[in-house]
Nanobody, 115 residues
Framework: QVQLVESGGGLVQPGGPLRLSCAAS????????MGWYRQAPGQQRELVAK???????TYADSVKGRFTISRDNAKNTVYLQMNSLEPEDTAVYYC?????????WGQGTQVAVSS
């Protein structure tokens, strides 16, 4: 059993920063990748950023240059530093971990960008 616990969501003004964290615990033998997806109302869930066990990072075009994903292997934790937030970034953000080639999801954390 794997658990993903997210934290760091909230309300922020346009242009402001926010950092999300996701800690994985449980039966973890091998991480394949960890990352963040988001889903806005009425839209499909989309990839925001991910990092593989080799350290390769992938970003959605809409967040390149503004968001940074990082990982603390000792803590089994992945972070998403979000800068220059825009109203279009408003969504529920979900942590994702691929562990032993099985996909796991967090419960989601709301990010709202509004003045």
């Amino acid at each position: 059993q794997v658990q993903l616990v997210e934290s760091g969501g909230g309300l922020v003004q346009p242009g402001g920063p926010l950092r999300l964290s996701c800690a994985a615990s449980g039966s973890i033998f091998s991480f394949n990748a960890m990352g963040w997806y988001r889903q806005a109302p009425g839209q499909q869930r989309e990839l925001v950023a991910k990092i593989t066990n080799s350290g390769r990072m992938t970003y959605a075009d809409s967040v390149k240059g503004r968001f940074t994903i990082s990982r603390d292997n000792a803590k089994n934790t992945v972070y998403l530093q979000m800068n220059s937030l825009e109203p279009e970034d408003t969504a529920v953000y979900y942590c994702n971990a691929v562990i032993d080639w099985v996909w796991h999801w967090g419960q989601g954390t709301q990010v709202a960008v509004s003045s």
